[in-house]
């Protein structure tokens, strides 16, 4: 699994528990705080719809006879929601990284790159 800068782990969310090591001033953080707050806040409702349908998805689906045409009516009905998503949370991102400096995001790269590592070697010694 390979992701670049804005891609995979809530970055805004790790930048800030890292803020110390990031070298954050308080005017980051605030930023950065408040693009997060608003992403949740803008993201949750449709979250919820999201899920809603999926259950309903899941209803039509344990029918003796499933019926295909209102599954993909509820399938497509999903699709803007999570388009939608997905679009917000590449914009808190790229907010979020124009609030970091050059030297901000590269520290935070091998932060990621280090955690990453991490999770793996600990991945490998719980299957071992």
Known sequence: MHHRFGEGAPLISIALRHKTELNLS???VA???KIRSNYQAQVMPLVQQVRAIDKEIATLRQQPQA???QIKAKIQQAEPLRSE???QRLEALENGKSILSAQQQDQLKNLLVSMRQNFRKSQTRQAS
């Open 26 to 28: 308080a005017d980051q």
């Open 85 to 87: 998503i997905r679009y």
């Open 67 to 69: 019926n295909l045409i």
């Open 31 to 33: 930023n950065l705080e």
